[in-house]
Structures are given as structure tokens and as C-alpha cells.
């Protein structure tokens, strides 16, 4: 026991530093009640800060057929997919994904996070292998995954300012002597603004330039688009990756694009490579998901209602949802401590809205980030659209 926490004096001035600026994390457990209510403490709140934005982890088909696979084949795929991890399963729910998509392959991952940490990082290599180094070109406020793939692939980012694809294209102008790969990577809907890429607009710029486009959809996939499909449907985004773990309800994620590059990944991927395959449960609950997103249209013109609603009440209260055009609406609170006390107020009021503080977001960008989803009631709505204000008089 001596011996486990005689490192703990560095850890423990790392956390006191961290609680000194706000920014302390501690881990809080909840209870789920259905798709949109969580009790905490003791008490009822409803969720206003989950991704699970159709309500699709509590429904019924998704959790008949995750029990099925389980029973089925067990609950383990025993290796990586290279050794005997692959199963009819996988093969299933990557043709189902490649067909909702329209991209000839597709091929599964075990998170979001793994995704773009090993997909991108993979994808940068092979670029250097090809002679020179890689022009990388992220939008500034991309997920921390994609700036780890970046990382672990050793390239330094030419960052273009959020959803400038106007300072994008200037920049790719700026290196156009300059040879290399060109590799631009962003988000579909960004994670903590809710406001949407241009993704027509993006697919001409990198055509002007000759340039790969590599878009995370975590937050587009089975929201927007045709029937869910994202907003990358019907474009020509040579990579596009999303996630199992928001809209859908479930865990893991996708990259879906051509055959050659799924091909390829399979080959080359490290988070693909050497890890174990998905297991059943979790692809019972996938191939239920994408099965049923179709048939949603009712629920994402809900999800659009509720989040209208909630933005007409934030732009009531003098504060401004802005970017966001999505389910995602945040408000921006400043200062970590602000952000605190408003989601204290908001939980006062029965609400959960988890404060939201660097490094997720930039210094004095703390805020509240109001994840909509189609599982919330009208009374839940009406409850957070009475709780905005009056937690905000409690804390101006
Ligand atoms: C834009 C974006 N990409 C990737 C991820 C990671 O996805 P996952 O939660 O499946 O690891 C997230 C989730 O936080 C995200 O917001």
C-alpha cells in the first residue's frame, strides 16, 4: 500500500492545481431512468447533457437484438479481428453501415476517440511515406481525438480559424508551392458550438486543391442529412467517421469510405490492428441502430423543435446560443466557476446540464451544453425553458 502512493504527492498537486483554476473533474454517478431522466444524489433530474439524441438507448429493438448476438456468440470476440475476432456480425453491420451511408465499405472501430487517434494518425503516415511530409489543415476547434491522431503521427497542423472555410482556402492557397499531401480534417457538427461545416463548400475547396477531406460526423450521423445519414450524404468526402455512441444509442464507431481505404485500414490502422474486436452485445445494439434511423424522420423533426425552442429561451435571457443551428446548444458562461454555479443553479431547478470547462473548450469559453434530444417530453422542455432564466437570476 507504502509502496502504490509513493508517487501520490505529484498527482495530488496536479489535482489541487486544478480544483484552484475550476477545472477539477470528479467522477459523479447517476442512475439512468429511460432515455432522458437520471437520478443523482437521490434526486430526479432530467438530462440535458447526454448524446443519446434519438432516445435510441433505451429502445426496445436495440436491446432485443444486443441480448440475441450475446447469447448467440457470448460475450467476448476473443482477439482482434486479424486473428479470430471476426465474426458474420461484423461483416453484417459493415455492409448495413456502407449501404446507409453509400460508400462502397465501411469497417467498425471500438470508439469514436480510437477512431480518429489511430485512423488519422494512419492515414498521415502513409502521406509521409509517400515522399514528403503532409499538409495537415484542422479547423481550430476540432475534438481532441483528431488533434491526437495528428500528434501521434508526428505532423504539426496548419489550423484554420472555426469554420472559416474562406481562411481554409486561403491557407491551402498559401502552401500551394509547397509539396505534399494535403489532408483536411474537421467536423461535420462541432461538438461543443452545434454549428454545422459547409460540407458542399468544403468538397469544392479540397477538389480546388487536390486535397483528401477527412470529416468526424459523431454528432451529424443519424441526425442530419437523408434520413440521418449525416451531413456528409451525397458528397464526395473521401473519409468520413462517426460514432455508435451518440445518436445511436450504443458504443464504437465507423469510418466509411472506399473499399481500398477500409482495405487499407485493416492493414495499417493500429487502433484497428491490435485490439479486440467489437463484441456481440455492442454489435447486436449497432445493427438494430442503423436498421431502425430511416424510419426516424418523426424523431430528428422533434429533436429540431426542441432545440428551436430552447434557443428562442437562451436568446430570451440577453444570452446568445450562437453558432449552434443543431441539437447541440450551448451556453457560453466565461469564467469555469460561472459555468459551475449555473449548472448547479440549472440542477436546482431538476435539470442536468453539466458545466463544461477547459481543456474541452478554450480558456473563458466554460459554459453549459445543452444536449437536446428527441427522448425529452414536452413538460421536460417546458421545465428547462422555466429553469433557463430562473437559474440565471440566481446566479447573474
Ligand atoms: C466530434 C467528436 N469526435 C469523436 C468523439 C469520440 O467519440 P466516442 O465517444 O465514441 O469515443 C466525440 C465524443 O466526445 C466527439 O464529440
Not at 486543391?209 to 451531413?231: I, K, N, S
Amino acid at each position: 500500500m507504502r509502496f502504490m502512493a509513493r508517487f501520490d504527492p505529484i498527482f495530488q498537486t496536479a489535482l489541487h492545481q486544478m480544483a484552484q483554476l475550476h477545472t477539477r473533474r470528479v467522477l459523479r454517478p447517476v442512475r439512468h431512468v429511460g432515455a432522458a431522466m437520471v437520478v443523482r444524489d437521490g434526486r430526479e433530474l432530467v438530462n440535458f447533457s447526454s448524446n443519446d439524441y434519438l432516445g435510441l438507448s433505451h429502445h426496445p429493438l436495440l436491446a432485443a437484438r444486443a441480448a440475441q448476438w450475446l447469447h448467440e456468440a457470448g460475450t467476448g470476440a476473443g482477439a482482434s479481428r486479424l486473428v479470430t475476432g471476426t465474426s458474420a456480425q461484423h461483416m453484417a453491420v459493415e455492409k448495413r453501415l456502407a449501404t446507409f451511408k453509400g460508400t462502397e465499405a465501411a469497417l467498425l472501430l471500438a470508439s469514436g476517440w480510437q477512431a480518429n487517434a489511430s485512423v488519422l494518425a494512419a492515414l498521415l503516415k502513409l502521406a509521409a511515406e509517400q515522399g514528403t511530409r503532409p499538409l495537415v489543415f484542422t479547423d481550430r476547434l476540432n475534438h481532441a481525438s483528431l488533434h491526437h491522431g495528428c500528434m501521434a503521427a508526428g505532423v504539426r497542423q496548419i489550423r484554420f480559424r472555426h469554420n472559416d472555410l474562406a481562411h481554409l482556402d486561403s491557407l491551402l492557397a498559401q502552401h500551394a508551392a509547397q509539396p505534399g499531401m494535403r489532408v483536411i480534417v474537421t467536423e461535420s457538427v462541432f461538438s461543443m458550438d452545434g454549428d454545422r461545416t459547409d460540407i458542399g463548400r468544403l468538397c469544392a475547396i479540397a477538389r480546388a486543391h487536390g486535397a483528401f477531406t477527412y470529416v468526424d460526423e459523431a454528432h451529424a450521423t443519424g441526425v442530419l442529412g437523408p434520413q440521418g445519414r449525416g451531413l456528409c450524404a451525397g458528397h464526395e468526402v473521401d473519409l468520413v467517421m462517426g460514432t455508435f455512441s451518440k445518436a445511436l444509442g450504443g458504443f464504437g464507431a465507423f469510418v466509411a469510405g472506399s473499399r481500398a481505404l477500409c482495405d487499407w485500414l485493416v492493414n495499417a490502422c493500429s487502433g484497428f490492428v491490435f485490439t479486440t474486436a467489437p463484441p456481440p452485445a455492442v454489435l447486436g445494439a449497432m445493427d438494430a441502430a442503423v436498421e431502425l434511423l430511416p424510419t426516424l424522420d418523426a424523431e430528428r423533426a422533434r429533436l429540431a423543435r426542441n432545440a428551436d425552442h430552447i434557443r428562442s429561451t437562451v436568446r430570451a435571457c440577453g444570452l446568445s446560443p450562437d453558432p449552434s443551428t443543431t441539437q447541440i446548444v450551448p451556453v457560453v458562461m466565461g469564467e469555469a466557476a460561472r459555468a459551475l454555479a449555473f449548472a448547479a443553479s440549472l440542477e436546482d431547478h431538476g435539470i442536468l446540464a453539466t458545466a463544461i470547462r477547459p481543456p474541452t473548450v478554450p480558456p473563458n469559453a466554460s459554459r453549459i451544453r445543452l444536449a437536446l434530444s428527441a427522448a425529452h417530453t414536452d413538460a421536460m422542455i417546458d421545465q428547462l425553458a422555466t429553469a433557463i432564466p430562473a437559474a440565471l437570476r440566481a446566479c447573474p
